[in-house]
């Protein structure tokens, strides 16, 4: 399930980038109802940084977050050991 928010986060903060970015026919009207037209952003690398700061950052958290569950299965078992050692004498 978490694979499946992550993807959702992701895909509407992609498309939610790419919808602001993109000109409009008419700024400030209300928007016409959905074409058939693929949107382009033609600004370059701006349309995205945003999205890609995102997945960077989200990207290091998930790296940390698994040194640290590693660290913290380290201690745990370390203190297993400590504790059988005990119980062996």
């Known amino acids: 399930m978490s694979v499946l928010a992550g993807g959702n986060l992701f895909s509407l903060t992609f498309g939610r980038n790419l919808d602001h970015n993109i000109p409009h026919k008419h700024s400030g009207s209300p928007p016409s109802p959905p074409t058939h037209e ?11 940084v945003h999205a890609i700061y995102l997945t960077v950052g989200a990207t290091f958290l998930s790296i940390l977050l698994c040194v640290w569950a590693g660290y913290k299965e380290k201690q745990k078992k370390s203190t297993l050991h400590v504790s059988r050692t005990k119980l062996a004498r």
């Not at 693929?38 to 995205?48: I, K, S, V």
């Open 38 to 48: 693929l949107a382009q952003c033609l600004q370059g690398l701006d349309c995205y």
